[in-house]
């Protein structure tokens, strides 16, 4: 394990429980506000969602926008958002050029936008991070 910042003693013992001895390590951002604040990051084989994996969490994001009448809408890339509302119209319309990006092979701004979408879900309570990370994961949507 390695720990940058910080010793083992500063981090609370019941976050480390199950990094031990394990291929994580821990990384402590000297800009966070608390002592105790530290990001994992895993050294593990790096798996990638299939296209077509992302076809059907894309479904399923669409799917969820829907369901609360939010429609799309590109928001101006140069102007600080001004409603939370906005934001999530502006996810919304991005699913739709993600799915061009599928086709042009382009995965790796499809990951990042994902990434990106996924991010405001969390913020806006459409989701959990546990439910998020299992959309990503081969078996669920």
């Avoid at 050294?43 to 369901?67: G, H, Q, S």
Wanted: charged residues 25%; hydrophobic residues 35%; contains cysteine.
């Amino acid at each position: 394990m390695h720990l940058i910042g910080k010793t083992d003693a500063s981090i609370p013992q019941a976050f480390l429980k199950g990094y031990i001895n394990s291929a994580h390590f821990l990384y402590l951002h000297p800009r966070c506000s608390s002592d105790n604040a530290v990001s994992v990051h895993t050294r593990k084989k790096e798996v990638r969602m299939t296209p077509e994996k992302v076809r059907e969490v894309i479904a399923a994001y669409r799917a969820a926008f829907e369901e609360r009448g939010i429609d799309p809408f590109d928001y101006p890339h140069d102007e600080v958002l001004y409603a939370t509302s906005c934001g999530l119209r502006h996810c919304r319309g991005m699913l739709d050029k993600m799915e061009v990006f599928i086709t042009e092979n382009r995965m790796d701004k499809v990951y990042r936008w994902l990434g990106f979408i996924q991010g405001v879900l969390w913020s806006q309570g459409f989701y959990t991070l546990k439910d998020l990370m299992n959309h990503n994961r081969k078996d669920s949507a």
